[in-house]
């Protein structure tokens, strides 16, 4: 017998002879975490533990030689010589603020667990965004997070590594959002777990690459003015209907939650 929760946007249960093994998540979201899960870009944040919470200039302007992820183990290596550890580190990480209407879409998405598998893939650290959703409370909702590995060394400096090598020109050498997607869609494919909709919600460029890969049944929730948002946008001018996925801006979370908890009504 099929019938629909009490409340709004509460999940459908089936209850029958036979269903005691608990149904796999009808949906995939899949995040990002600097500004969008959190407000701000962490790797800006914790310059806030420089001295005079700024870096000096030739660091500044080594931005330009190499990855973005080696002169962020330039700027770790400083902050580590500055006497910078892992307390100030933590400190920093867990009071970036939450992106507005943030936490009404985490309270949304725990009162309706069972329906969706939970993502993070992020070109931040580990660290940082583990003693994020720690502080917030919601670290529990995510199946699983790719990041860049980070740890603290002997000397107590934070360290930094690339998550992995690829071959799409359009993405930093160090990650590939749309390659980590795709291979984590066919994993869960092989462990029999297919998703009805894939939900992508970012803010940047390198989550434009992922995103041109979802299907006509998909949304992408790019953050309303950012890199991420142009692009589809500028990509509908180019090719009409080249970008599949239904296009959900946001500029407060809400707007994801009030998308999702439509969905599950008209399901119900």
Same mark, same amino acid.
């Given at each position: 017998?099929?019938?629909?929760?009490?409340?709004?946007?509460?999940?459908?249960?089936?209850?029958?002879?036979?269903?005691?093994?608990?149904?796999?998540?009808?949906?995939?979201?899949?995040?990002?975490?600097?500004?969008?899960i959190?407000?701000?870009?962490?790797?800006?944040?914790?310059?806030?533990?420089?001295?005079?919470?700024?870096?000096?200039?030739?660091?500044?302007?080594?931005?330009?030689?190499?990855?973005?992820?080696?002169?962020?183990?330039?700027?770790?290596?400083?902050?580590?010589?500055n006497?910078?550890?892992?307390?100030?580190?933590?400190?920093?990480?867990?009071?970036?603020?939450?992106?507005?209407?943030?936490?009404?879409?985490?309270?949304?998405?725990s009162?309706?667990?069972?329906?969706?598998?939970?993502?993070?893939?992020?070109?931040?650290n580990?660290?940082g965004i583990?003693?994020?959703? $720690?502080?917030?409370?919601?670290?529990?909702?995510?199946?699983?997070?790719?990041?860049?590995?980070?740890?603290?060394?002997? $000397?107590?400096?934070?360290?930094?590594?690339?998550y992995?090598?690829?071959?799409?020109?359009?993405?930093?050498?160090?990650?590939?959002? $749309?390659?980590?997607?795709?291979?984590?869609?066919?994993?869960?494919?092989?462990?029999?777990v297919?998703?009805?909709?894939?939900?992508?919600?970012?803010?940047?460029?390198?989550?434009?690459?992922?995103?041109?890969?979802?299907?006509?049944?998909?949304?992408?929730?790019?953050?309303?003015?950012y890199?991420?948002?142009r692009?589809?946008?500028?990509?509908?001018?180019?090719?009409?209907?080249?970008?599949?996925?239904?296009?959900?801006?946001?500029?407060?979370?809400?707007?994801?939650?009030?998308?999702?908890?439509?969905?599950?009504?008209?399901?119900?």
């Amino acid at each position: 017998m099929r019938r629909c929760c009490e409340g709004v946007g509460l999940p459908c249960l089936f209850k029958g002879v036979g269903m005691a093994n608990p149904r796999p998540p009808r949906y995939l979201l899949v995040f990002d975490f600097d500004e969008t899960i959190v407000d701000e870009n962490s790797d800006d944040s914790v310059v806030r533990a420089a001295p005079g919470q700024a870096l000096p200039e030739p660091l500044r302007q080594s931005l330009h030689q190499g990855s973005y992820n080696e002169y962020m183990q330039r700027v770790l290596a400083f902050l580590g010589d500055n006497g910078v550890r892992v307390g100030d580190f933590k400190a920093i990480y867990e009071n970036i603020p939450l992106s507005p209407g943030m936490p009404e879409l985490f309270q949304f998405l725990s009162k309706n667990h069972e329906l969706f598998e939970i993502i993070l893939i992020s070109d931040a650290n580990m660290f940082g965004i583990e003693a994020k959703l $720690r502080a917030a409370g919601v670290y529990s909702l995510f199946r699983k997070i790719f990041s860049n590995p980070s740890s603290f060394d002997k $000397r107590g400096y934070l360290t930094l590594g690339p998550y992995h090598s690829h071959k799409c020109l359009d993405c930093p050498a160090n990650m590939c959002k $749309r390659k980590i997607l795709t291979e984590y869609l066919a994993e869960r494919a092989q462990e029999e777990v297919e998703f009805e909709r894939v939900f992508y919600v970012g803010d940047g460029a390198n989550d434009f690459c992922p995103s041109v890969t979802l299907t006509s049944a998909d949304v992408a929730f790019p953050r309303k003015g950012y890199p991420m948002h142009r692009m589809t946008q500028e990509m509908e001018k180019k090719q009409p209907g080249a970008f599949q996925a239904t296009v959900v801006p946001w500029e407060s979370a809400t707007e994801v939650a009030r998308y999702l908890q439509e969905l599950l009504k008209k399901k119900c």
